[in-house]
């Protein structure tokens, strides 16, 4: 599971372990068994049962074949969550991923992560990479994490910024786009550009490929078009 910001106790222990649950299924990208929740989450398999059995009362998570999967109802609370952008962002992620073959996704500022908000694949690509609406990463890593950093004053950065990063940032803001290899997610190479948007949280625009002979510094101008044109119509 992706290592998380520390926190102050839990005012309700079982609320706060149904949360850890649902984001270590966001952080495993597959299905689960009840066993390897508990072990995420530092329970025994009777208390993970529990949680899983009220999470699945109400749509959070299902369960087919002894393991389990984030829920459809999990989508429609995530629709909620800066409902403009992603209302803005769909028709350019699309033309995104459509143009250029390739999975585009929005991610948002969430504490000192990165969370994908929405994400579109190309429609007739034989195959792509899967990057899943919830999935987060620390915004120190990656290249939507450095995208994002880029628009933060320095002393909003999250304690314990490397050097490395810090120059790795320097170069978004003078190049104006961001890209990683083998970071995020094993083998995977990603592009992305910041996004400022009025009244929104710091956002970037992003591709993941396992493998393209293009300049990456097209690619990102692509993304650059529509990230324009996503601030444009929130109103500069």
């Not at 929740?37 to 074949?65: C, F, K, N, P």
């Not at 952008?85 to 769909?90: F, T, V």
């Amino acid at each position: 599971m992706t290592d998380r910001p520390s926190r102050a106790p839990a005012a309700s222990q079982t609320l706060s372990r149904g949360l850890q649950l649902l984001e270590a299924l966001a952080d495993a990208r597959e299905p689960l068994t009840i066993d390897e929740l508990a072990a995420r989450i530092g329970v025994h398999r009777s208390i993970a049962y529990r949680l899983l059995r009220t999470l699945e009362d109400h749509g959070l998570v299902v369960r087919s074949d002894g393991r389990v999967t984030i829920g459809p109802r999990m989508a429609t609370l995530a629709a909620g969550v800066s409902h403009d952008l992603q209302a803005q962002a769909l028709p350019e992620l699309t033309a995104v991923a459509n143009d250029l073959g390739m999975t585009c996704f929005l991610v948002v500022l969430d504490a000192d992560e990165c969370i994908t908000l929405v994400s579109v694949e190309p429609r007739h690509a034989l195959a792509t990479v899967v990057q899943r609406p919830g999935a987060r990463h620390p915004v120190t890593a990656g290249a939507p994490g450095r995208a994002v950093l880029s628009l933060l004053p320095d002393d909003a950065w999250p304690e314990g910024a490397s050097t490395d990063v810090r120059a790795r940032v320097a170069e978004v803001r003078d190049r104006g786009y961001a890209t990683s290899h083998d970071e995020v997610i094993p083998g995977v190479s990603s592009v992305a550009v910041p996004l400022v948007a009025r009244g929104q949280r710091p956002a970037a625009l992003a591709v993941v490929h396992v493998a393209d002979p293009r300049d990456p510094a097209a690619l990102a101008a692509r993304l650059q078009r529509s990230a324009a044109t996503i601030r444009e119509s929130l109103g500069g």
